[in-house]
């Protein structure tokens, strides 16, 4: 229990130094109020002193910088994210964030299971087959994969299969069944996927070969157990632990990149929501984002380790 | 393929050096080439643009006819410069506080690596969108941004590194002598460092140009003058993919073989210092 | 106690046949024979002893006969088990005799056992595979095979996993293991080299109480002369490779005649010597298997070599007792032993020249 305290206090306090980081970085690059309302904060337009002064109380804007860190702080926590200033009727902004949570989830969600489909089995064929040509053929691969700027990719997927080969559609609505998106999310889905699986896939066979030198695979091997029964039910689960750690680490590392491949397969995500609040020079949308993206990161980071413990008895405390 | 450490750096190491110098030559020397004007625009009467490559386009040309050859050479200047800048902050910036703290270990590590991981808490990306669109986005800061991005990275493989040798016998044996501690850090850890550090800038090179091409991706590149990203970009688009695609896979082929070439030659050094690390 | 047989099993008499086995790997550096023309017989419910130094190719040997080598290892000659040539070209697949006919008892029981599998799920393993047992039956089993080798509490140990057994525990689970199916011929490599001296009395005790009552063969590897004395009926010795010496256990120890075997029966500590008594080991290093030598392999560290032990390997020479069989130009016994042991004595330099 002991270690579950710590850990929480541990990410508890990584979270604070983020938001302060982030709030810092609102609050003194540049002017608050510039950042906060864009061009309209210099305007003298009666509208645009309105939203001044709302700006002013909603981001109390003329207290001392650390007391308004406590309040955006609470707010924060609360749920309340602002208002976007950008936008006609000055909406909340956890109203955009739920209406594009839920698309960058599922983008990512997918990606993570594509990836580990793809990845589980190559790395399997590849530690059976190790340094026989049909494996250094995939490693080969692999590293091609791996130097591929995710927005290259897309690009090149997005050239093969969405236009030539015309088996994925390009463009969404937001009206579409459940289903539907899914599969409208398959393209995008695989760009994240195909780096983050040739990684996976490197580390799992490196771990594969390792785990099969040891003793007790030859031991199942002196017991008649046949050689891809060794593979999967021997082998495979004490091989797991780095690739479910760098699987885990790597959620935040394809939050980031998903970002990119949001905008341009135009999934109406919380990737191109920010991307449009830079557009519209929204910033208050672009800093919930922020915070929600890393809270979600460094959760993750937590998550991992509970995970971890599950799979390996001898962690458990 | 760092799976087999190999003895030699191989053949295909220095052909990948040789496309980095190339290419680095042809940026630098780019004003002085034989190249097209990036921004001329080469209308043919008659014809709408954009154009297929061709004999005088190499790489055709965009929709406005500018040629896309000359502007993806000058956008190696942009990109490759941030690229360098950016790690060379970090490393300076990062591999001293890095070393440093895994020297003096105590309060300041702790410090330090608490820093350190607070940096490392944001998804890549997202502090680099939240700074650039903070601040303009002119040729320096885009490169620094992207350079106090990689202090952290960096800073954390120095002070691993610098910890495990400074366990070692030599620097026992150089205290022993009476040497400071700055002399220490100087004279015997720092070139110890400095291999897997090279090793580190190559990729983390890679690493800041393709940021560079995400942020352009984002709209949050240099403001002025042609990128890699900044052209993949503009060719990406659906209409453009499906009846010019050369726009964005001319500059997508260069920027591929770069930043391979850079991962590649990292790669290799990595594995390279690491058979002697273990004759050691 | 647990037992099960099936038909096709050879009952009683000649269980194994090993002619000629040659083992060589391929390396980096060139092929290394590792196993050097072995001839040995085993008769069902007998003990059979391997000894030797490390790099004696003694664990080759045990592995080479069971068939369990890297594919960069190549056999020779003919392995008779049973009716089967297991190296002939209608030669069976082992992974159906490993485990049912023949099995193997590991060196090391912490590396040994899959970390992250349960006791009684490694056990179950081959009763699944070659019985065909339901998971409720090959767990009941299991535990009756955990106390067939006296671990206590044998219902709770198997839901447990590894890590939570002590050394000793964890070389029975792998007896209980390699005994699961019954098998005729067991190989037990190093079985106690990794154990406390206690412990080790127990676990022999155990091979051989499971050996009377299944009439089971028994292969013992070691370099422990000690662990072969009271629970072997045969001894091989091992020497570069090579089967230097095989005797019944009696025999050897009383008559033995290759100066080898006599060393290491000298390097042996005895409680009857003075304390500080200077140790009698072998000088020198066993030979390089990349490069092997001409004549006799241990010929460079001999105390009684001459020329011919340098140019001409030795052949395998009956003694008296019909089986008994040893390699040496001029083994313990011989008028140049004695000569040689005379000089020794003498004060003299050891390896003479005539």
Same mark, same amino acid.
């Given at each position: 229990?002991n270690?579950?305290?710590?850990?929480?206090?541990?990410?508890?306090?990584?979270l604070?130094?983020?938001s302060?980081?982030?709030f810092?970085?609102?609050?003194?690059?540049?002017?608050?109020?510039?950042?906060?309302?864009?061009p309209?904060?210099?305007?003298?337009?009666? +509208?645009?002193?309105?939203?001044?002064a709302?700006?002013?109380?909603?981001?109390y804007?003329?207290r001392?910088?650390? +007391?308004?860190?406590?309040r955006?702080?609470?707010?924060?926590?609360?749920?309340?994210?602002?208002?976007?200033f950008?936008?006609?009727?000055?909406?909340?902004?956890?109203?955009?964030?739920? +209406?594009r949570?839920p698309?960058?989830?599922?983008?990512?969600?997918?990606?993570q299971?594509?990836?580990?489909?793809?990845?589980?089995?190559?790395?399997?064929?590849?530690?059976?087959?190790?340094?026989?040509?049909?494996?250094?053929?995939?490693?080969?691969?692999?590293?091609?994969?791996?130097?591929?700027?995710?927005f290259?990719?897309?690009?090149?997927?997005?050239?093969?299969?969405?236009?030539k080969?015309?088996?994925?559609?390009?463009?969404?609505?937001?009206?579409?069944?459940?289903?539907?998106?899914?599969?409208?999310t398959?393209l995008?889905?695989?760009?994240?996927?195909?780096?983050?699986?040739?990684?996976?896939?490197?580390?799992?066979?490196?771990?594969?070969?390792?785990?099969?030198?040891?003793d007790?695979?030859l031991?199942?091997?002196?017991?008649?157990?046949?050689?891809r029964?060794?593979?999967?039910?021997h082998?495979?689960?004490?091989?797991l632990f780095?690739?479910?750690?760098v699987?885990?680490?790597?959620?935040?590392t394809?939050?980031?990149g998903?970002?990119?491949?949001?905008?341009?397969f135009?999934?109406?995500?919380?990737?191109?929501?920010?991307? +449009?609040?830079?557009?519209?020079?929204?910033?208050?949308?672009?800093?919930?984002?922020?915070?929600?993206?890393?809270?979600?990161?460094?959760?993750?980071n937590?998550?991992?380790?509970?995970?971890y413990?599950?799979?390996?008895p001898?962690?458990?405390? | 393929?760092?799976?087999?450490?190999?003895?030699?750096?191989?053949?295909?190491?220095w052909i990948?050096?040789?496309w980095?110098?190339?290419?680095?030559?042809?940026?630098?020397?780019?004003?002085?080439?034989?190249?097209?004007?990036?921004?001329?625009y080469?209308l043919v009467?008659?014809?709408?643009p954009?154009?297929?490559p061709?004999?005088?386009?190499w790489?055709?040309?965009?929709?406005?006819?500018?040629?896309?050859?000359?502007?993806?050479i000058?956008?190696?200047?942009?990109s490759?410069?941030i690229?360098?800048?950016a790690?060379?902050?970090g490393?300076?910036?990062?591999?001293?506080?890095g070393?440093?703290?895994?020297?003096?270990r105590g309060?300041?590590?702790r410090i330090?690596?608490?820093?350190?991981?607070?940096?490392?808490?944001f998804?890549?990306?997202?502090?680099a969108i939240?700074?650039?669109?903070?601040?303009?986005?002119?040729?320096?800061?885009?490169?620094?941004t992207?350079?106090?991005?990689?202090?952290?990275?960096?800073?954390?493989?120095a002070?691993?590194?610098?910890?495990?040798?400074?366990?070692?016998?030599?620097?026992t044996?150089?205290?022993?002598?009476?040497a400071?501690?700055?002399?220490?850090?100087?004279?015997?850890l720092?070139?110890?460092?400095?291999?897997?550090?090279?090793?580190l800038?190559?990729?983390?090179?890679a690493?800041?140009?393709?940021?560079?091409g995400g942020?352009?991706f984002?709209g949050?590149?240099?403001e002025?003058?042609?990128?890699?990203?900044?052209?993949?970009l503009?060719?990406?688009?659906?209409?453009?993919?499906?009846?010019?695609?050369?726009?964005?896979?001319?500059?997508?082929?260069?920027?591929?073989?770069?930043v391979?070439?850079?991962?590649?030659?990292?790669?290799?050094?990595?594995s390279?210092?690491?058979?002697?690390?273990?004759?050691? | 106690m647990t037992?099960?047989?099936?038909d096709?099993?050879?009952?009683?008499g000649?269980?194994?046949?090993v002619?000629?086995l040659?083992?060589?790997?391929?390396?980096?550096?060139?092929?290394?024979c590792a196993?050097d023309?072995?001839?040995?017989?085993?008769?069902?419910?007998?003990?059979?002893?391997?000894?030797?130094?490390?790099?004696?190719?003694?664990?080759?040997?045990?592995?080479?006969?069971?068939?369990?080598l890297?594919?960069?290892?190549?056999?020779?000659?003919?392995?008779?088990?049973?009716?089967?040539?297991?190296?002939?070209?209608?030669?069976?697949?082992?992974?159906?005799l490993?485990?049912?006919?023949?099995?193997?008892?590991f060196q090391?029981?912490?590396?040994?056992?899959?970390?992250?599998?349960?006791?009684g799920?490694?056990?179950?393993?081959?009763?699944?595979?070659?019985?065909?047992?339901?998971?409720?039956d090959a767990?009941?089993?299991?535990?009756?095979?955990?106390?067939?080798?006296?671990i206590?509490?044998?219902?709770?140990r198997?839901?447990?996993?590894?890590?939570?057994?002590?050394?000793?525990m964890?070389?029975?689970?792998?007896?209980?293991?390699?005994l699961?199916c019954?098998p005729?011929l #067991?190989?037990a490599?190093?079985?106690?080299?990794?154990?406390?001296v206690?412990?080790?009395a127990?676990?022999?005790e155990?091979?051989?109480?499971q050996?009377?009552?299944?009439?089971?063969?028994?292969?013992l590897v070691?370099?422990? #002369?000690?662990?072969?004395a009271?629970h072997?009926?045969?001894?091989?010795?091992?020497?570069?490779?090579?089967?230097?010496?095989?005797?019944?256990?009696?025999?050897?120890?009383?008559?033995?005649?290759?100066?080898?075997?006599?060393a290491?029966?000298?390097?042996?500590?005895? #409680?009857?010597?003075?304390?500080?008594?200077?140790?009698?080991?072998?000088?020198?290093?066993?030979?390089?298997?990349h490069?092997?030598?001409?004549?006799?392999?241990?010929?460079?560290?001999?105390?009684?070599?001459?020329?011919r032990?340098?140019?001409?390997?030795?052949?395998?020479?009956?003694?008296?007792n019909?089986?008994h069989?040893f390699?040496?130009?001029?083994?313990?016994g011989?008028?140049?032993y004695?000569?040689?042991?005379?000089?020794i004595?003498?004060?003299l330099?050891?390896?003479?020249?005539?």
């Amino acid at each position: 229990m002991n270690y579950w305290v710590q850990r929480l206090t541990a990410s508890l306090m990584l979270l604070l130094a983020v938001s302060m980081l982030t709030f810092a970085a609102m609050n003194l690059l540049g002017d608050p109020l510039f950042n906060i309302l864009g061009p309209a904060a210099a305007d003298t337009k009666p +509208e645009s002193l309105e939203k001044v002064a709302a700006a002013k109380e909603l981001y109390y804007l003329d207290r001392p910088l650390p +007391e308004r860190y406590v309040r955006w702080l609470g707010d924060m926590v609360t749920g309340d994210f602002g208002v976007q200033f950008g936008s006609t009727g000055q909406p909340p902004v956890s109203e955009l964030v739920k +209406e594009r949570f839920p698309r960058s989830l599922t983008l990512l969600v997918m990606a993570q299971l594509l990836a580990a489909m793809i990845a589980i089995p190559w790395a399997l064929i590849s530690a059976a087959r190790a340094n026989k040509p049909a494996d250094r053929i995939s490693t080969v691969n692999s590293f091609l994969l791996i130097a591929m700027p995710n927005f290259a990719l897309a690009v090149i997927l997005k050239y093969v299969f969405g236009i030539k080969l015309g088996w994925f559609p390009l463009t969404f609505k937001a009206t579409d069944p459940w289903l539907t998106r899914v599969y409208q999310t398959f393209l995008p889905a695989l760009t994240i996927a195909l780096p983050a699986a040739a990684v996976y896939q490197r580390l799992l066979r490196t771990d594969l070969i390792t785990t099969l030198q040891e003793d007790f695979i030859l031991m199942a091997r002196s017991k008649g157990v046949g050689r891809r029964r060794v593979l999967f039910k021997h082998a495979l689960r004490p091989s797991l632990f780095s690739f479910i750690t760098v699987f885990g680490i790597n959620t935040g590392t394809l939050i980031g990149g998903s970002l990119i491949v949001e905008n341009i397969f135009r999934i109406p995500g919380l990737g191109s929501a920010i991307v +449009e609040a830079i557009l519209r020079e929204d910033f208050p949308v672009v800093l919930a984002i922020v915070m929600i993206i890393t809270t979600a990161f460094v959760l993750v980071n937590v998550l991992v380790d509970a995970v971890y413990t599950l799979i390996d008895p001898r962690v458990r405390r | 393929m760092s799976d087999t450490i190999n003895r030699r750096l191989g053949p295909l190491f220095w052909i990948a050096v040789g496309w980095l110098v190339l290419i680095s030559l042809l940026a630098l020397l780019a004003p002085w080439l034989p190249i097209k004007d990036p921004d001329a625009y080469y209308l043919v009467r008659g014809e709408r643009p954009p154009y297929a490559p061709s004999a005088t386009h190499w790489f055709g040309t965009d929709q406005d006819a500018r040629d896309m050859f000359a502007r993806t050479i000058f956008g190696a200047r942009v990109s490759l410069v941030i690229g360098f800048v950016a790690i060379a902050f970090g490393m300076l910036v990062g591999g001293t506080t890095g070393v440093v703290a895994g020297y003096l270990r105590g309060r300041t590590d702790r410090i330090v690596s608490f820093v350190f991981i607070v940096f490392l808490s944001f998804p890549s990306l997202v502090l680099a969108i939240l700074i650039t669109a903070l601040l303009d986005r002119g040729l320096v800061t885009i490169a620094l941004t992207l350079g106090v991005l990689a202090v952290a990275p960096v800073g954390r493989l120095a002070r691993a590194t610098t910890l495990s040798f400074a366990e070692r016998e030599f620097v026992t044996a150089a205290r022993a002598i009476g040497a400071g501690d700055r002399r220490i850090i100087i004279r015997e850890l720092l070139p110890n460092v400095v291999i897997p550090m090279g090793a580190l800038a190559l990729l983390g090179m890679a690493v800041a140009i393709v940021a560079e091409g995400g942020l352009a991706f984002l709209g949050l590149s240099v403001e002025k003058g042609p990128t890699w990203g900044k052209l993949i970009l503009i060719g990406a688009g659906s209409r453009e993919l499906e009846k010019s695609p050369w726009i964005a896979f001319g500059p997508i082929i260069i920027l591929f073989i770069t930043v391979l070439s850079l991962n590649y030659a990292g790669d290799r050094v990595r594995s390279y210092f690491d058979v002697r690390e273990i004759g050691l | 106690m647990t037992s099960l047989q099936t038909d096709g099993r050879v009952a009683d008499g000649r269980l194994l046949t090993v002619e000629d086995l040659r083992t060589t790997f391929a390396t980096e550096r060139g092929p290394v024979c590792a196993v050097d023309g072995v001839s040995l017989t085993l008769d069902r419910g007998q003990a059979l002893g391997i000894v030797g130094e490390s790099g004696s190719g003694k664990t080759v040997l045990s592995r080479s006969i069971m068939g369990l080598l890297p594919s960069t290892a190549r056999r020779e000659g003919n392995i008779w088990f049973g009716d089967q040539d297991l190296l002939g070209p209608n030669a069976p697949d082992m992974s159906r005799l490993w485990g049912r006919e023949m099995s193997m008892v590991f060196q090391n029981p912490m590396v040994s056992l899959n970390p992250v599998m349960r006791i009684g799920e490694q056990i179950a393993e081959p009763l699944r595979i070659h019985l065909g047992m339901s998971r409720r039956d090959a767990k009941a089993t299991a535990i009756r095979l955990l106390r067939d080798v006296r671990i206590p509490e044998p219902d709770r140990r198997v839901d447990q996993y590894p890590h939570e057994l002590s050394g000793g525990m964890r070389q029975r689970v792998m007896i209980a293991i390699a005994l699961a199916c019954g098998p005729t011929l #067991l190989f037990a490599d190093e079985p106690t080299t990794a154990l406390d001296v206690t412990v080790q009395a127990q676990i022999l005790e155990l091979i051989a109480e499971q050996r009377a009552e299944r009439n089971m063969s028994v292969v013992l590897v070691t370099h422990d #002369l000690g662990v072969v004395a009271g629970h072997t009926d045969v001894i091989a010795v091992m020497y570069g490779g090579r089967l230097v010496e095989i005797a019944p256990t009696k025999v050897l120890f009383s008559q033995m005649r290759m100066p080898y075997t006599e060393a290491l029966l000298q390097s042996i500590p005895r #409680l009857d010597q003075k304390s500080h008594t200077r140790l009698n080991a072998i000088p020198g290093r066993p030979p390089d298997l990349h490069d092997p030598p001409r004549g006799c392999a241990f010929a460079p560290r001999c105390a009684f070599v001459r020329d011919r032990c340098r140019e001409e390997a030795p052949p395998l020479a009956t003694a008296e007792n019909p089986d008994h069989k040893f390699a040496c130009w001029y083994p313990v016994g011989s008028p140049e032993y004695h000569e040689t042991k005379e000089r020794i004595s003498a004060g003299l330099e050891i390896g003479s020249t005539s």
